[in-house]
């Protein structure tokens, strides 16, 4: 492995249940995955960051693991695990494993055991605390709404769950502990993986006493010592999941000296369009400019002190397309406009299953064609604090996690190949319109705007390590930036809205050669008055 690959890397995000299915049992699985191998290979990505597969119950499809050194019965085997592996080695392309050890499943071993007895020698894995005057300890809420806090019959004393009641969380306070999990991401880099997604990992050194959460005293104690128990000088590519991270914060943790993690994922972007202060289903439109002026920030904030990771979906979000795109007149416009700005920014690009053929949103009609525990349990908290059901299902069709979970429709067929069988989840109804093998006969599709950048990104080293400038900073349509490595000069210019919009360029800006676009067009010429068609998208480099 060369020596921080990951830097040049692209990586596509998998969430087996969805992605294909071997069987016909309508559940994705790791041969399904091995079938698409070569459609990888054909897209270029280095690397596969595949959603969890170990055992697990399902409260929260495989978030809730039950045993984390075997494979979820319904995704496969350890063999087809190692299969998998191999077979994607072959075509360059490395495995990142999910590793979720915030909480486990309650049906984990350490669980059934702790829950027994406080004198039970895995009762300090988890988190207890006695009532306070006969109620829960304090006022921490769960991600999946209602009380953090779980009443334990056998005992007489709560426990921790910062997500469903299912996923009590572990304590890292304890030694062993750490110990057990190290030894468990030991049993994997073994096995030839290429890194590690790392769950909600900001929560680790939470002090649930005082109500601290995310980024707790320990929290950089602890990765460094994870770091040198398990993948440290390995060359792996490791990226945390950290909701609550600054630019500061995150310089901690993908600092270049290689002492915690290759980067993390921020999401101060994704917050833009929720009301400041509440939760994610209050929405708010969102300002272009607040979008620039953030990703810029992390753009120059972290250069040459940190790593950016680069994202739009995964399988928490909604669809960009229709999150912050058109996906009715322009679906295919926008969807390579954030393709393009993305992929040409400085940090590791994450494609997330389905985006590469720019799939769209699912709305429903009503919350017994969702299945996201998340989403059920926020309906029926709202529905008893008051709110009308018509509002929350507008919330949960923009903002639901299952948008991102419909399967993946591979033909036109029936469920679109995903499976012959019935599918877990039913598929978007436009299957017809928007699959693989239709997206792939089109020359002009997205598929090959993904595919060509992430060619650009292996050929060309400024989008690997060029600077970065912003340009017409207050211009609320235009989305515009400089990139510049030892004399090459690319600028990127997006239309970010669904009118046609005016700009000027100042004269010494003058274009040498196309590099990409989005619409057909082979040259822009004159950079001083310039008219962009709805989204339209392209990258030259200067003179
Ligand atoms: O997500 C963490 C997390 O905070 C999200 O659940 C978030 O609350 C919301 O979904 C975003 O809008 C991670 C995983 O990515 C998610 O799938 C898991 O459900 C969660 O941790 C628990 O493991
Ligand atoms: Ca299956």
Redesign the pocket.
């Known amino acids: 492995m060369k020596k921080n690959w990951w830097q040049e890397a692209v990586i596509y995000q998998i969430y087996p249940r969805s992605f294909n299915d071997s069987n016909g049992d309508g559940i994705g699985d790791l041969q399904g995955i091995i079938e698409k191998l070569d459609y990888l290979e054909k897209l270029g990505v280095d690397a596969i960051w595949l959603s969890p597969v170990y055992q697990s119950p399902n409260d929260?499809n495989g978030?809730d693991i039950s045993d984390y050194e075997t494979i979820m019965t319904e995704f496969g085997t350890m063999e087809d695990m190692e299969c998998l592996i191999r077979e994607g080695k072959k075509r360059g392309i490395y495995i990142i494993m999910d590793l979720?050890v915030?909480?486990t499943s309650d049906e984990h071993a350490w669980f059934i055991e702790a829950k027994q007895s406080t004198d039970n020698p895995y009762r300090d894995y988890y988190i207890w605390r006695d009532p306070v005057e006969g109620k829960v300890p304090n006022d921490l809420r769960s991600?999946f709404s209602g009380s953090a806090w779980e009443y334990s019959e056998e005992t007489g004393q709560y426990y921790l769950h910062l997500?469903s009641k299912k996923?009590p969380d572990l304590n890292w306070e304890n030694h062993e502990l750490r110990q057990k999990i190290y030894t468990m991401m030991n049993f994997w880099i073994d096995k030839g993986i290429g890194g590690f997604r790392m769950?909600?990992i900001d929560l680790i050194g939470k002090v649930p006493d005082e109500e601290i959460i995310s980024n707790g005293p320990m929290l950089h104690p602890y990765l460094k010592e994870m770091n040198q128990a398990t993948f440290g000088g390995k060359n792996l590519l490791t990226v945390g999941?950290t909701?609550g991270v600054t630019p500061e914060i995150a310089k901690l943790y993908s600092n270049p000296n290689g002492e915690e993690l290759s980067m993390v994922f921020q999401f101060e972007h994704i917050m833009l369009d929720q009301q400041p202060g509440k939760e994610?289903w209050d929405l708010k439109p969102l300002n272009l400019l607040e979008l620039k002026k953030v990703l810029s920030k992390w753009q120059t904030e972290l250069k040459g002190e940190g790593w950016n990771s680069l994202f739009w979906n995964?399988?928490?979000?909604p669809r960009i397309i229709s999150r912050w795109g058109n996906d009715e007149s322009y679906r295919v416009e926008s969807g390579k406009m954030f393709a393009i700005l993305l992929h040409l920014m400085q940090g590791t690009p994450y494609i997330y299953q389905g985006e590469e053929i720019g799939m769209i949103n699912t709305p429903v009609k009503d919350i017994s064609e969702l299945a996201d525990i998340?989403s059920l349990n926020m309906y029926h908290e709202r529905l008893q604090q008051g709110y009308d059901k018509s509002t929350i299902m507008a919330s949960l069709n923009v903002?639901g996690?299952d948008n991102a979970r419909r399967p993946i429709p591979w033909n036109n067929t029936t469920h679109g190949g995903f499976t012959t069988g019935t599918p877990w989840l039913s598929l978007n109804s436009n299957y017809k319109e928007i699959n693989v093998a239709d997206t792939l006969k089109d020359p002009n599709s997205l598929f090959y705007t993904y595919q060509r950048l992430i060619q650009l990104r292996k050929n060309n080293p400024i989008v690997v390590k060029g600077s970065y400038q912003l340009l017409l900073e207050d211009d609320p349509d235009i989305f515009s930036y400089l990139r510049e490595l030892d004399g090459i000069r690319w600028l990127v210019v997006a239309n970010f809205s669904d009118q046609q919009v005016s700009t000027s360029f100042p004269k010494e800006m003058q274009p040498h050669r196309l590099i990409i676009n989005n619409y057909n067009q082979t040259f822009y010429e004159d950079l001083e008055r310039i008219t962009l068609r709805p989204y339209e998208t392209f990258v030259v480099e200067l003179k």
């Open positions: 929260d978030y979720v915030n909480h991600n997500f996923q769950d909600v999941e909701w994610k995964n399988h928490d979000l998340e903002k996690r």
